[in-house]
């Protein structure tokens, strides 16, 4: 983040908390810091409870915000939104970043049920049940914010990460018509689409995988800092139904979404065949 921080441009309506999912590292931590430096006290949610106490100690140092933290495994959704309700229902929040999310690599008839069913339980079931339950709390707040983390991948011929894409495919409609269904009821819903970004789950890909996304051509491989996204889907929140930032992909995206599917097959296996192992390319 540079220069002074901006305010959120509707504080009245977004309350005094913001809620982050998957806060301990990646978008949701450069999430938490966006909205603390903006003023927001912040929930913090994620897997594991060390990151996420040192990540709230930062953030109460660096910009005087109160936090809270969350640890909890949210493949396991229903019990989520349980804890989640015990644990903040005295707090006044008023918006809900749905971040957390997993990813799954491999041929789907060469992979295992196991890690897709916790990849869909979060990706998906614990998305859904968290946009549900703030979505009620907002409607009764008179007001909110709800903002879906898709991926471009939704859009994208993502080779071996068919149900990974498909998830967030999911997330892309979801968000798209809740924007519609809470209009009405002062509860904004934007959708964010990230592009590649420079996280640890893009990290392990070339580490394990043995990619180089920088040899994608169009610049599709080139890694986009966290902090520039959140800032700029913060800046879209009650603005637009969805955001693909930065600017240059966004119009990117507008065009992939308007190809035939064999036009984007085409392209996808060209681009991924540069910058992705033989073995993991759909050649």
Same mark, same amino acid.
């Given at each position: 983040?540079?220069?002074?921080?901006?305010?959120?441009?509707?504080?009245?309506? !977004?309350?005094?908390?913001?809620?982050?999912?998957?806060?301990?590292?990646?978008?949701?931590?450069?999430?938490?810091?966006?909205?603390?430096?903006?003023?927001?006290?912040?929930?913090?949610?994620?897997?594991?409870q060390a990151l996420l106490a040192q990540t709230a100690a930062e953030l109460s140092d660096t910009y005087?915000?109160?936090?809270?933290?969350?640890?909890?495994?949210?493949?396991?959704?229903?019990?989520?939104?349980?804890?989640?309700?015990?644990?903040?229902?005295?707090?006044?929040i008023g918006l809900c970043i749905a971040n957390a999310a997993v990813s799954h690599f491999g041929q789907l008839h060469k992979s295992a049920a196991a890690p897709i069913v916790d990849m869909l339980n979060i990706n998906v079931l614990s998305l859904t049940l968290l946009c549900q339950y703030f979505a009620k709390r907002f409607v009764r707040r008179g007001g909110g914010g709800i903002m879906p983390v898709s991926s471009n991948g939704a859009y994208c011929m993502l080779p071996n990460e068919a149900a990974y894409a498909a998830s967030k495919a999911y997330v892309a409609h979801f968000g798209e018509i809740l924007h519609f269904e809470l209009?009405?009821?002062n509860v904004d819903v934007?959708?964010?689409f990230p592009?590649?970004? #420079?996280? #640890?789950?893009?990290?392990?890909?070339?580490?394990?995988?043995?990619?180089?996304?920088?040899?994608?051509?169009?610049?599709?491989?080139?890694k986009i800092p966290p902090g520039i996204i959140a800032e700029a889907a913060l800046d879209a929140l009650g603005r637009r139904v969805r955001i693909h930032p930065p600017a240059s992909i966004g119009r990117f995206m507008w065009l992939i979404r308007r190809l035939p599917d064999g036009a984007? !097959?085409?392209?996808? #296996? !060209?681009?991924f065949a540069k910058g992705v192992s033989p073995a993991n390319a759909w050649r």
């Amino acid at each position: 983040m540079t220069g002074a921080p901006k305010p959120l441009t509707q504080p009245e309506k !977004y309350g005094s908390w913001a809620l982050v999912t998957g806060a301990s590292r990646g978008i949701g931590k450069c999430f938490a810091e966006t909205l603390a430096a903006r003023g927001q006290n912040i929930v913090l949610v994620a897997r594991n409870q060390a990151l996420l106490a040192q990540t709230a100690a930062e953030l109460s140092d660096t910009y005087g915000v109160e936090t809270l933290i969350l640890p909890a495994d949210l493949a396991q959704a229903a019990a989520f939104i349980e804890t989640l309700e015990a644990a903040t229902a005295a707090l006044d929040i008023g918006l809900c970043i749905a971040n957390a999310a997993v990813s799954h690599f491999g041929q789907l008839h060469k992979s295992a049920a196991a890690p897709i069913v916790d990849m869909l339980n979060i990706n998906v079931l614990s998305l859904t049940l968290l946009c549900q339950y703030f979505a009620k709390r907002f409607v009764r707040r008179g007001g909110g914010g709800i903002m879906p983390v898709s991926s471009n991948g939704a859009y994208c011929m993502l080779p071996n990460e068919a149900a990974y894409a498909a998830s967030k495919a999911y997330v892309a409609h979801f968000g798209e018509i809740l924007h519609f269904e809470l209009k009405s009821r002062n509860v904004d819903v934007t959708t964010l689409f990230p592009p590649l970004v #420079d996280t #640890d789950m893009i990290t392990a890909h070339e580490t394990n995988l043995e990619w180089d996304f920088e040899k994608m051509p169009f610049g599709f491989g080139k890694k986009i800092p966290p902090g520039i996204i959140a800032e700029a889907a913060l800046d879209a929140l009650g603005r637009r139904v969805r955001i693909h930032p930065p600017a240059s992909i966004g119009r990117f995206m507008w065009l992939i979404r308007r190809l035939p599917d064999g036009a984007r !097959y085409r392209m996808f #296996d !060209y681009m991924f065949a540069k910058g992705v192992s033989p073995a993991n390319a759909w050649r």
